[in-house]
């Protein structure tokens, strides 16, 4: 068998990427993104997008995405090949190392084909050292889904002092849910987890004043709720209760004043992410009008 190159691109090289056939089944396709565009904007570069290669011929291919100006990737989220070996040899070679996320249609597993394309993913990425976080819902609203009424429960303020949103990321990071955050809780402390989230609202382009904590009518802190923006969408960044204030339906009034604040700055859609074991927080986001438009595997 002729022997396999693995490489990274080198500038002007987009085409050789894109020339791997791809069903579009699965991945970043399923969002409508093109890679020379977001090449050019500077979100997949050269060094951080790799090939194998047999007689000049693309096998397998890896991109690891970030925003624009970052020094380092956020996560590989382009990988697929039509040699499992290949594919799982580049991951071992290519000396990047961050999370991988597959986007999928929702219920992939009941289609065969769809089932097929983001097993093999899985397969060959555990293979190559990653393992299976957790599988999220996507939600995508839009005006046609209806803005839903404010229950009127809470009040909502500004905070503009980072220390006392870390404080309450502590708090509501107590028993979470959310796979992420107990992997950073188990691996490094409660500490490092809040820490995390807020170096990560932060590294968001939407602005940090739409941030709000939520409270009772007797002053009591609920919890916090972060609208904000990511590269290319108003996106809820972040609805969580603290711990005593749980059970009470809270995360859907979070939700609500999330939706109702980016309609007020001009959003015409909104998408947002749970894990699909977070029950409380998917029915609060169905309750509200989201419809589930994808799911995303994360490996680690």
């Known amino acids: ?30 969002l409508g993104d093109d890679f020379a565009e977001m090449a050019a904007k500077g979100e997949y570069r050269p060094e951080w997008t790799w090939v194998a290669l047999r007689d000049d011929v693309v096998v397998a291919r890896a991109a690891w995405w970030a925003k624009p100006g970052d020094a380092t990737p956020i996560a590989l989220d382009w990988f697929d090949f039509t040699d499992f070996d290949a594919g799982v040899h ?6 990047l190392r961050a999370e991988y996320s597959l986007t999928t249609p929702p219920a992939w ?3 065969p084909d769809v089932a097929r394309e983001v097993n093999v993913r899985v397969e060959a990425a555990e293979k190559a050292g990653y393992r299976k976080l957790v599988e999220r819902y996507r939600f995508r609203w839009t ?21 006392v949103i870390l404080d309450v990321f502590k708090r509501v990071h107590a028993g979470s849910l959310d796979a992420h955050v107990r992997k950073t809780v188990e691996e490094h402390g409660l500490d490092a987890a809040a820490q995390e989230d807020l170096d990560i609202m932060r590294w968001m382009p939407g602005p940090r004043d739409w941030w709000r904590l939520a409270y009772t009518r007797e002053g009591e802190l609920v919890g916090l709720t972060l609208p904000t923006r990511n590269v290319y969408d108003p996106v809820v960044g972040y609805v969580a209760v603290v711990p005593e204030h749980r059970g009470n339906g809270y995360a859907y009034d979070l939700l609500v004043e999330a939706t109702h604040d980016l309609v007020s700055y001009g959003a015409d859609r909104i998408v947002a992410a749970t894990d699909v074991d977070n029950v409380p927080m998917a029915k609060a986001f169905a309750k509200a009008g989201y419809p589930v438009t994808q799911h995303r595997i994360d490996l680690v």
């Open 109 to 111: 597993e009941a289609d």
């Open 1 to 30: 068998m002729t022997e396999l190159v693995i490489r990274p691109l080198e500038a002007g090289e987009e085409a050789l990427f894109t020339s791997l056939p791809d069903r579009g089944l699965v991945g970043r396709t399923l």
């Open 143 to 163: 005006p046609e889904n209806g803005l839903p009424e404010r229950p009127g429960r809470l009040e909502f303020r500004p905070e503009p002092d980072d220390d």
């Open 90 to 95: 580049l991951l071992k070679t290519a000396p």
